[in-house]
């Protein structure tokens, strides 16, 4: 492969993972990062919610004896795959939990097409480890990157649509991202509503007990919706990190929490960090920011620490 064709994969494999542009991966002193806690998911109550954090935006939740995988990204690079490689970010720290561990979801909930967030390796690992026992949910116009895998079925839902699957019924609500897979692709950011690329925060709702799934997003009033339209979210898991410079659509800690409390959020969960280096602020900043910014609200922190797990 010539160097031309390598950087242009490698760019592409970058813009679609951090947001716009590409920054060079790093490697951080162990020191510098949060420690990792493996979840016993098999001791898990069915006859309760309980969510933990897998790595990055990925959140495995029991809710009422349903498992649910929320954008599993569970290997050591997200990128391109090339002549059975990948290239892209390397990850920093581990998993809490490898593909294998993962119990067999009933539901996997996909918030958008990007590398980061609809990894296909981790996909194609668990559809080939349950052939044709699991049930996807993902964004509108994305349902083509993953439907060739050997999954139950794989629906869209768009903006402000539910669907009701496992006992649970699932919103889709809009939020300040954008859809692209690859540079040239449609994009409902670059204003095309009905061929683009979309990209959701999803609230999955199981008795009376609702999660919701931020996705990723920058700062934007859609989560007023959310708060408009349930009286209480349980559990909100929102992105915190890849701010420094893309403000224009990945959040800092602080309005990511502002968003949670907008959604009427009574214990809200961190993710989108300590996992990959894809931005200028150091590894160690998200968490710490998001830690004081709670110390302002009537809400509860989930976890500060990847693996940790929260009951509610």
Not at 122 to 149: G, M, Q, S
Not at 231 to 239: G, Q, T
Request: hydrophobic share 40%; proline share 6%; net charge neutral.
């Amino acid at each position: 492969m010539n160097f031309a064709r390598r950087q242009i994969l490698q760019n592409t494999a970058l813009g679609a993972g951090i947001a716009l542009g590409t920054l060079p991966s790093q490697t951080l002193p162990l020191h510098a990062l949060t420690s990792v806690i493996r979840p016993t998911p098999h001791e898990w109550s069915n006859d309760a919610v309980t969510a933990s954090w897998l790595g990055h935006s990925s959140i495995l939740l029991n809710m009422h004896g349903k498992i649910i995988l929320c954008d599993p990204v569970l290997f050591t690079k997200i990128g391109i795959r090339f002549l059975g490689t990948t290239i892209g970010i390397q990850r920093v720290t581990p998993p809490a939990l490898r593909v294998e561990e993962v119990p067999k979801p009933d539901l996997i909930v996909l918030s958008h097409g990007h590398m980061d967030h609809c990894d296909y390796p981790t996909l194609e690992a668990l559809a080939t480890r349950y052939p044709h026992a699991i049930d996807v949910v993902c964004a509108y116009n994305t349902k083509d990157i993953v439907d060739d895998l050997p999954w139950r079925s794989v629906q869209e839902m768009d903006w402000g649509q539910s669907l009701t699957i496992h006992d649970m019924t699932l919103s889709a609500f809009q939020v300040r991202h954008f859809g692209w897979r690859f540079p040239w692709e449609p994009d409902r950011r670059k204003g095309q509503r009905k061929t683009g690329r979309s990209f959701n925060s999803v609230v999955l709702q199981s008795r009376d007990k609702r999660v919701l799934f931020g996705g990723d997003t920058a700062m934007c009033d859609y989560f007023k919706v959310i708060g408009e339209r349930f009286d209480k979210i349980d559990l909100a898991c929102m992105p915190i990190g890849a701010y420094n410079p893309w403000v224009d659509v990945h959040c800092n800690p602080e309005e990511a929490v502002q968003m949670a409390l907008h959604a009427k959020a009574s214990v809200i969960a961190p993710m989108h960090c300590n996992t990959f280096k894809q931005s200028q602020e150091s590894m160690n900043e998200p968490i710490p920011r998001f830690v004081a910014a709670m110390q302002t609200t009537s809400a509860r922190i989930a976890w500060t620490r990847i693996g940790e797990t929260v009951v509610i």
